[in-house]
């Protein structure tokens, strides 16, 4: 179950805490209304998104983020480090975008006995490449939502996955339109499900 942080109907509380293993995102929006079990939370690793969670006694606190087993940090160091000069170029409002704390959530993890995943950039080049299918606008990066989703179908193809809490909408840089399509492709294809319900989220920067 991928928990995503647009709203989850209280109905499906039950659903997403009955799954084998939950994945939400950042700050864990979705805990509490959304169900509360927890295995891994994935989190923006570089930029302001990173830098607030990890001097945030709350998040640290988060029981969402206590009860997870793993950390997964969606944005490989080597490839973002690769980004920066371009971004200064293309986007110089974003000048600390790529700023890296992947350090620092390792350290986290080790003082906190969780495992720390980080995603590699090849998952996040593939994901580029679906997308360009969709004719994708102009973006900065996929989202971290769409990258576990990769992520998690890569590594676990015969497991049943389920989505929740999914809008494809926030973020201007995220190219969320080509986002939604190819997770319906990979519907239709048999490979994703949807949880019911509405599907509206709000995206802040990076997320």
Known sequence: MIVGNGEVGEEQAG???AADFVIRFND???YGAGGSRTDAVAVCNTGRPAKAMLGSRDWRTHP??????EIWSVRDPDKF????????VSHPDLDDFCDDYTDAFSAFCAEAGKTHVV????????????LSA?????YVVPSSGMIVIAEVLSKFPQAEVMLAGF????????????????????????RLRRLG?????????GA
């Open 15 to 17: 659903i997403i805490d």
């Open 28 to 30: 864990c929006r979705s």
């Open 64 to 69: 969402g983020v206590k009860s997870a087993c």
């Open 81 to 88: 480090a690769a980004m920066r000069a371009p971004l200064a």
């Open 119 to 130: 995603i590699d950039k090849s998952m996040h080049e593939a994901v580029d490449a679906s």
């Open 134 to 138: 969709f004719a994708a606008a102009p």
């Open 167 to 190: 809008g494809h909408v926030g973020w201007e840089w995220h190219p969320f339109a080509a986002e939604r399509q190819l997770v319906q492709s990979y519907i239709a294809a048999g």
């Open 197 to 205: 319900g509405k599907m509206l989220v709000s995206s802040s920067y």
